[in-house]
């Protein structure tokens, strides 16, 4: 059964340009969520879909968007970028959030942008 | 505002000894409680979480605490190895989202 998994692992922009991350949820997961890490921090949390639709927000622009497909894999884009969107960006999958189910987390995207 | 604290940031100890790390939180209005490990430039591996009615969970040389009345939790590391060098992760759930801590860098020295 394979886990969360991510892609590219490595990825490099330039300052403006767009970019597309991707995620595959476990197996029987229908919930994803998109988590940034900059360096030294712990992870912010982006956003949740379930269900093809974005279900919860954190404090992030409208720079970032998300979409969900029917085989529940998501994507994350980031519009504009800017230095500060340097990071390690993690998706994490669940069943049901909000019940006490465990989120796994995927091995994450390395973004630099230069 | 739903808030995270771990302390100590950093901490190096020489192998075979016992642990403390430190969780707090402000919201007390959590659903659960997960410890995490991560090792330099990789994902997250889950290792204990505990529900919001539990007070404790235990797997193999870790032991995770919880507080909910006084927002925190602590991790215990049982005669540590060098293995277990690794940041360690504390997050509280509310609804649908992790809030993390900042980590505690763990340096175990044989």
């Known amino acids: 059964d394979a886990g969360v998994t991510q892609s590219p692992t490595h990825l490099i922009k330039t300052r403006g340009q767009q970019v597309t991350l991707r995620c595959s949820p476990k197996s029987g997961h229908d919930t994803v969520s998109w988590y940034q890490q900059a360096l030294g921090q712990g992870p912010q949390f982006i956003f949740q879909?379930?269900?093809?639709?974005?279900?919860q927000r954190g404090n992030f622009p409208d720079r970032f968007s998300g979409h969900q497909f029917p085989n529940y894999s998501s994507e994350l884009n980031v519009n504009a970028l800017l230095l500060g969107d340097s990071a390690l960006y993690l998706c994490a999958s669940s069943a049901s959030v909000g019940t006490g189910f465990r989120q796994f987390f995927g091995p994450g995207t390395r973004l630099t942008v230069l | 505002k739903q808030e995270v604290t771990q302390i100590p940031a950093a901490l190096s100890v020489p192998e075979g000894e016992n642990l403390v790390l430190n969780c707090s939180f402000t919201?007390?209005?959590?659903?659960?409680l997960q410890w995490f490990r991560q090792d330099p430039g990789k994902g997250l591996t889950s290792l204990l979480l505990i529900q919001s009615s539990q007070r404790e969970q235990t797997s193999g040389r870790l032991n995770a605490s919880l507080d909910k009345s006084s927002g925190r939790s602590t991790l215990y590391i049982a005669a540590s190895q060098p293995g277990d060098s690794a940041t360690y992760l504390c997050?509280?759930?509310?609804?649908?989202?992790?809030?993390f801590g900042a980590g505690t860098i763990l340096r175990v020295k044989s």
């Open positions: 919201d007390s209005a959590i659903y659960n």
């Open positions: 879909y379930y269900e093809e639709e974005e279900r």
């Open positions: 997050a509280v759930e509310y609804g649908n989202k992790l809030v």
